[in-house]
């Protein structure tokens, strides 16, 4: 298998308050651990300047003995295996990897952006939407488990809230005066602000609230402002695409996908020859494409799904874990999003306590939004899915379609 030595790499990450610059630098800690669990060398670039998405360059190759040092810190026996001579790769290959973090930090501080009012009133009503254009009835069907994560923030919410309403009511519940509502209001209102929110940010609530109303703006296409930021997207992506290279890889995380759906189906619908001649995969991580297109006005989301799977020339990857709530766990998005006719996307499932030690497994596995976010982390063992190896590694991204393949050439 030839080893590849350019690659361009469009990652589209998940529904998270940071930016290009904290998804590098969160790549750069991956990558570190990557590079100490299978024993290569790694070495991340600075951002390009004035770069829009933000990119950097990513060089791997074989094991360094100056690395050393940094990856005993890092993972201890994996790099004594390494100095040792044990699961180094090939000497001589040397890969390097152009990332373009294709954020969306600008829609999520957007969603963000109101009071505290504002924002639980624009989820709820984003919950509605979500409920009656049977998206809702979707998720159930097809896993239940998304459609419990779904339910959860507004559960809590709505517990809340009524907790609140009988704490101002109370008096008139023990039979007093009207006017002892003077002290119960503010009771109430003090257990809302002091006791349920803070509470509730353990579960990224309001975050979550944001997440289903981005949810709702991709599935029904009818907002200015993020019609445009898609179209600003697709014209910066068709830019990367121009650079020369091996292979190209179009990664996203969880909401990044139902992103990088539209943004690479707005480049089909132009230009359906644009990835002509090039060898392309499609790795969607965890993803929630799903979780848009379950909408019955996601008609145009779903037309675009059916474009990427009937492209010849991508190669689609879906990234799925049993113990992960939040993806769609042996669901065949091509086939639910109506393109019983195309070709499926090739599911690969992983299990995320065979990447972590037992003990930082124990730590995380009770933080679904944490196990959510491994994908795009760091190993602590050698598994059969690493996220660095994908994007800046010697092999082909589509070895990872196949068990039996080789992560690292031998």
């Not at 290009?20 to 990557?34: I, L, N």
């Not at 969603?111 to 009503?125: A, C, H, K, W, Y």
């Not at 848009?292 to 799904?305: E, I, K, Q």
Request: glycine letters at 6%; one cysteine or more.
């Amino acid at each position: 298998m030839k080893l590849i030595e350019k690659r361009v790499v469009l990652h589209f990450p998940g529904f998270e308050p940071l930016d290009g610059v904290a998804h590098r630098a969160r790549y750069e800690r991956s990558a570190r651990q990557s590079a100490a669990v299978w024993g290569y060398s790694v070495e991340t670039g600075a951002p390009e300047a004035g770069s829009d998405p933000l990119s950097f360059e990513v060089t791997t190759g074989e094991w360094a003995a100056e690395v050393a040092p940094v990856a005993a810190e890092v993972a201890p026996v994996a790099a004594d295996k390494a100095a040792a001579g044990e699961g180094t790769g090939s000497p001589g290959w040397q890969t390097k990897s152009r990332i373009h973090m294709v954020d969306h930090d600008s829609l999520v501080s957007r969603l963000r952006d109101g009071n505290t009012l504002s924002q639980i009133m624009v989820g709820f009503r984003s919950c509605a939407e979500i409920m009656l254009e049977g998206g809702m009835r979707g998720y159930f069907r097809h896993a239940w488990r998304f459609g419990l994560f779904f339910l959860f923030p507004f559960l809590l919410t709505a517990l809340a809230i009524a907790l609140t309403a009988q704490i101002a009511i109370m008096p008139f519940a023990l039979g007093f005066s009207p006017w002892h509502m003077l002290w119960s209001g503010p009771l109430a209102l003090c257990f809302f602000t002091f006791a349920f929110l803070p509470f509730s940010e353990r579960f990224h609530t309001l975050h979550l609230f944001a997440d289903w109303a981005m949810a709702v703006a991709l599935g029904r296409m009818d907002r200015t402002d993020f019609n445009n930021w898609l179209e600003d997207r697709a014209a910066v992506v068709r830019k990367a695409l121009e650079e020369e290279a091996d292979e190209y890889v179009i990664s996203s995380h969880s909401m990044g996908s139902s992103v990088a759906a539209h943004v690479i189906g707005i480049l089909l619908e132009r230009e359906p020859e644009i990835f002509k001649d090039k060898r392309v995969v499609f790795a969607t991580l965890g993803s929630a494409i799903l979780q848009c297109a379950l909408m019955s006005s996601a008609t145009l989301l779903r037309a675009r799904v059916g474009l990427i799977a009937r492209c010849p020339e991508i190669s689609w990857l879906d990234v799925q874990c049993l113990t992960d709530s939040i993806n769609f766990y042996k669901v065949p998005v091509v086939a639910v999003s109506g393109h019983t006719d195309a070709p499926e996307a090739k599911m690969i499932l992983i299990r995320v306590k065979q990447m972590l030690t037992r003990e930082h497994y124990r730590k995380i596995r009770k933080d679904q939004l944490r196990v959510h976010r491994q994908y795009v982390l760091g190993p602590d063992l050698k598994a059969s899915f690493d996220f660095t190896l994908m994007t800046a590694g010697p092999m082909p991204a589509s070895v990872f379609a196949s068990p039996d393949e080789k992560r690292m050439p031998g």
